[in-house]
């Protein structure tokens, strides 16, 4: 039995492990993929202070580092579900069934699908959702990127070492992005914009993409542009799953919390991107692991008083 199960070790639940084992707590990680989460998946991060810029997997590596100095046990494995049993709660993964006392839900979100004709059958053939995975494949190509969020835009400057021309498509005729971000895109020469345009089809001989059909979706009009690749960024779908049981899930799929991180079954947290909130960032998956870290230590201490 633990004090406290974490599930997921993006930057969220790393920095929780850090806060719950620096107050004596035993602390395992569950994770069913590499530590770091989505910063896996990032070339440079430039907006977590203390670091001018550091590359996603050096800054989950450095994390990772942190709670392995106070004795936090990482085990891989992915969580199925969760049975709340009161004070002891029960967690199912795919390897093993663990005991806690607390849960600390850090599962993330991943990257929604756009939907269209060709996106499943060109994916991994053209079509990606990692410029950081895939985009040294299309050196000298022409790239389309889909969104006007800040992923699709720092992943457009990203991929422009690599493409002779990028191409953003967005939906209408301004950007989501941070102001920064846009300043760099609308700057670089390699990077041109398809604004009110969405995409209809991914077009491609049998073994990659050759163009995709947009339309207007004001005036319905249609045209098709060549590409070599097609790269997608229109945002993410919270990974709650194992979690729709308990009753802790919002109708849009997300995790609702009060300020403690605290869902409404005592001693389950939710922190990060899998929590209902106006920003996802780092930096504030790293401020919900603090707290609920520290909410963990203290739904303990306070628990095993009244079992006294
Ligand atoms: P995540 O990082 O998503 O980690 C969740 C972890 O949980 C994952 O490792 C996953 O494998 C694991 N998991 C999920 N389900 C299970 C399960 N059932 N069992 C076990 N493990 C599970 N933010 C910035 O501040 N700066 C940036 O420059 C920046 N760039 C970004 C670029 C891109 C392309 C993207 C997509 C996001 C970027 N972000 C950036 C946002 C930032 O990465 C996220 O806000 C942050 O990683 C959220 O942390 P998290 O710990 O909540 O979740
Ligand atoms: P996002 O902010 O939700 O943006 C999604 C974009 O895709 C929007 O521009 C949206 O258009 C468009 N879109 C949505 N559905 C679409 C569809 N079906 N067809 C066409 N376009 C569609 O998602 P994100 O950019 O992935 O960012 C996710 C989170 O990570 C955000 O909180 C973001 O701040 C964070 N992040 C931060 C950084 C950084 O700090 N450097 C980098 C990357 C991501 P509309 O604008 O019209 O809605």
Redesign the pocket.
């Known amino acids: 039995m633990y004090d406290v199960v974490i599930?997921?070790?993006?930057?969220?639940?790393m920095t929780a492990a850090l806060y719950a084992a620096r107050s004596n707590l035993s602390v395992l990680m569950?994770?069913?993929?590499?530590p770091?989460?989505?910063?896996n998946?990032?070339a440079e991060?430039?907006?977590?202070p203390g670091f001018e810029s550091i590359l996603g997997p050096d800054l989950s590596m450095k994390m990772l580092a942190g709670t392995e100095k106070f004795g936090v046990e990482l085990k891989h494995?992915?969580?199925e579900k969760i049975e709340n049993g009161g004070s002891i709660k029960i967690i199912n993964g795919l390897n093993e069934m663990y005991q806690a006392r607390t849960i600390i839900i850090?599962?993330?979100?991943v990257?929604k699908m756009l939907g269209v004709k060709g996106e499943d059958s060109y994916s991994g053939m053209g079509v990606s959702y990692c410029a950081v995975c895939d985009g040294a494949f299309f050196r000298n190509k022409e790239l389309l990127v889909v969104g006007g969020g800040?992923?699709a835009v720092?992943?457009a400057i990203y991929l422009t070492q690599f493409a002779s021309k990028v191409t953003i498509v967005h939906r209408r005729d301004t950007l989501r992005a941070q102001k920064i971000l846009q300043e760099r895109a609308f700057n670089n020469e390699k990077i041109s914009f398809e604004w009110n345009a969405v995409i209809e089809e991914i077009k491609g001989n049998q073994m990659k993409v050759t163009s995709v059909q947009l339309k207007n979706p004001k005036n319905d009009q249609s045209k098709e542009i060549t590409a070599d690749g097609v790269f997608i960024?229109v945002g993410l779908d919270p990974?709650t799953q194992?979690f729709t049981s308990l009753g802790i899930v919002n109708d849009n799929g997300w995790i609702r919390t009060d300020e403690r991180m605290r869902t409404t079954i005592p001693g389950i947290y939710a922190?990060?991107?899998?929590r209902e909130k106006v920003l996802?960032?780092?930096?504030t998956?790293v401020g919900d692991g603090s707290i609920a870290g520290q909410e963990a230590y203290k739904y303990i201490e306070e628990n095993s008083k009244i079992n006294v």
């Open positions: 599930i997921g070790a993006g930057p969220g639940g569950l994770e069913k993929g590499l770091g989460g989505q910063m998946n990032t991060i430039e907006n977590y494995d992915t969580v850090a599962t993330g979100a990257h800040d992923s720092e992943e960024y990974i194992p922190i990060g991107d899998v996802r960032q780092v930096t998956a």
